[in-house]
């Protein structure tokens, strides 16, 4: 219980800052962000976007590898927590989706540009689409654990194209793309100062503990509902 | 002692060896005669191409179309005549309740790769016949280089085999047999779909081979993981 209160005061702080802290061209002051070019004003989605789209992709991960222990040890529980995880994961695909998309309308014109960023979120979406329409299509539980866990897999496999090689390889609008003259994958360059940085990961922690708090409840409402089944 | 052990060992592997080659050939000769007989695959994969061309070609009109548009509906006409009959090699077992008695005469690896084989067989025909008809029609639609096109269709062939062949494992095992196909298969083929699309766009825009060595790394990869990852989860799938 107490942590959920922690989280909640965390989370809080979190978007207070993100949505206060000033940006400047030449940060002086402790408190002010830098004006990462290309992103300019708007920079401030890192805070929001980044988190849902990284939750989207883990949650994709912890999914595949409960499904992997489901196929090693035949425990129905496991499937329980891969198919909450993916749940929660297409969740967070919309949101990172969206998000996105009303962020691109502002700096690039339109909602969608095929850019391979949004087409490498867009096959996430599918992704989960085509797992849930596979789940749904299977009445035995055991089988449907099974096949599921191993499309899973068979998506995850495929994935890396799309998160890492195509993004990288094609030109695109997206920061990080391979013609990205201004600043690069914001993350992993310099293109973050030291506040940044700090309200950045921060954002990134409440998010992932707001996964976690709802993949566990969901995980206990599956439970209680099964055991209505039998 | 160790050395014979050693020799028997490797031995008897490589007569498990010989006999997955031997057992998958097999396979894949028994699926090629019945396909004979009955033509269905074949059938359905020949309407389809002819139908998706001629729609092409209802809605080009006298208008041409850009280079990259025309690479690009190339590969819809072939993803959807995929579609329409790489899933029958496991649906046809499970319609005519042989699964069973492949489960018990050959080792679930023999049996992937037989599919495999008679997939790949079938997609490669697929293909030739989608190109000869495409530029036989498409007057617009020229190869400038032919090294970067044979080499695009001939790895995307196998790529198209290889994720085609484990989703209609998947999908013969579930209850809906054709619906699903196409979902199922679409997000795992479009990263091999955009890449052989950019390759056919390189050799119509008449590129130099070493332009596209790119995007065959790409598919060379795809392939591997593809053709891995079935051949760890494949006995998952068939066993029930």
Redesign the interface.
């Known amino acids: 219980m107490g942590w959920k209160v922690v989280l909640g005061v965390w989370m809080t702080a979190v978007i207070v800052l993100a949505l206060s802290l000033p940006i400047s061209a030449n940060p002086q002051r402790w408190y002010e962000l830098p004006k990462i070019p290309a992103l300019e004003d708007k920079g401030r989605i890192v805070f929001f976007h980044v988190p849902t789209a990284w939750l989207s992709a883990a949650a994709f991960v912890i999914s595949m590898g409960y499904g992997i222990r489901f196929?090693r040890k035949k425990n129905i529980d496991d499937d329980i927590k891969s198919a909450s995880a993916a749940g929660l994961g297409l969740m967070f695909c919309v949101l990172a989706t969206v998000t996105g998309a009303i962020w691109a309308k502002f700096n690039w014109g339109t909602y969608w540009n095929w850019d391979p960023r949004q087409?490498s979120i867009f096959?996430l979406l599918?992704?989960y689409?085509?797992y849930f329409?596979?789940r749904s299509?299977?009445?035995v539980e055991e089988?449907r654990a099974?096949?599921s866990?191993?499309?899973s897999?068979?998506?995850a496999?495929?994935m890396p194209?799309?998160m890492f090689?195509?993004p990288r390889?094609m030109s695109g609008l997206h920061p990080g793309s391979a013609d990205d003259v201004n600043s690069g994958p914001v993350v992993s360059s310099g293109g973050m100062n030291f506040t940044m940085r700090v309200v950045f990961y921060a954002s990134l922690i409440a998010f992932s503990g707001l996964f976690y708090w709802m993949w566990d409840l969901h995980i206990r409402t599956t439970r209680i509902e099964s055991k209505q089944i039998h | 002692m160790g050395t014979t052990n050693g020799w028997i060992l490797a031995r008897g592997r490589k007569i498990a060896d010989e006999r997955l080659w031997q057992a998958s050939f097999a396979i894949f000769r028994k699926d090629w005669k019945s396909e004979l007989r009955t033509r269905y695959a074949i059938s359905a994969l020949v309407m389809f191409v002819i139908s998706t061309i001629s729609i092409i070609l209802f809605s080009l009109g006298s208008e041409g179309a850009s280079l990259s548009a025309l690479s690009g509906m190339l590969w819809v006409a072939i993803f959807f005549a995929a579609m329409s009959g790489l899933s029958r090699t496991f649906v046809a077992e499970e319609e005519r309740g042989t699964s069973m008695t492949l489960q018990l005469i050959a080792t679930p690896t023999a049996v992937l790769f037989g599919k495999l084989l008679f997939n790949l067989v079938l997609v490669i025909c697929l293909n030739v016949f989608v190109v000869l008809l495409y530029s036989a029609f498409i007057s617009e639609f020229v190869v400038k280089t032919y090294s970067i096109f044979i080499v695009t269709v001939a790895l995307g062939s196998i790529g198209f085999a290889t994720a085609a062949t484990i989703i209609a494992a998947i999908i013969a095992r579930a209850n809906t047999k054709g619906t699903l196909y196409p979902v199922l298969a679409f997000p795992i083929l479009l990263p091999l779909l955009l890449t052989v699309i950019n390759g056919t766009r390189l050799a119509t825009e008449g590129a130099f081979f070493e332009e596209a060595l790119g995007e065959f790394n790409l598919l060379v990869s795809y392939i591997v993981a593809v053709v891995t990852a079935s051949y760890i989860l494949f006995d998952y799938i068939w066993r029930d």
Do not use: H, N, P, R
């Open positions: 196929l087409t096959v599918l992704i689409g085509a329409a596979l299509a299977i009445e089988k099974t096949l866990a191993v499309y897999i068979i998506g496999v495929t194209f799309f090689i195509i390889i």
